[in-house]
């Protein structure tokens, strides 16, 4: 059975940092492409960061790029979101998704619908 599990989410104030995980169970990430998706109420989810299976191609939202890092660790079968310089824009719920593709890790990463595994989600809340 495939499952991903998210964590890490919290509270932290404008500035700070957090890391998310998402750790996978049933299936070997290092096929898999896998992406961080977040989505606040009313809204789709958007892509912030996508890493290929085999972690040598990344992507990043513009809006994300410079304070977010994605990678991936094949021995914990674990991606991580390392989150710093954090704003209130980037409160949400984050998710992360897994997929098996041939499509670039920036096409990926635009669109919810060419993911066909998530997690549960975890939420981030910036405030002061």
């Known amino acids: 059975q495939v499952q991903l599990v998210e964590s890490g989410g919290g509270s932290v104030q404008p500035g700070g940092s957090l890391r998310l995980s998402c750790s996978a169970s049933?299936?070997?990430?290092?096929?898999?492409?896998v992406g961080w998706f977040r989505q606040t109420p009313g809204k789709e989810r958007e892509g912030v960061s996508c890493?290929?299976?085999?972690?040598?191609?990344?992507h990043y939202a513009d809006t994300v790029k410079g304070r977010f890092t994605i990678s991936k660790d094949s021995a914990k079968n674990t991606v991580y979101l390392q989150m710093d310089s954090l704003e209130p824009g980037d409160t949400a719920v984050y998710y992360c998704?897994?997929?098996?593709?041939?499509?670039?890790?920036?096409?990926?990463?635009?669109?919810?619908?060419?993911?066909?595994?998530w997690g549960q989600g975890t939420q981030v809340t910036i405030s002061s």
């Open positions: 890493i290929s299976g085999k972690g040598d191609n990344t």
């Open positions: 049933g299936f070997t990430l290092d096929r898999y492409a």
């Open positions: 998704a897994a997929e098996l593709s041939l499509m670039t890790i920036q096409r990926m990463c635009s669109r919810e619908g060419y993911w066909r595994n």
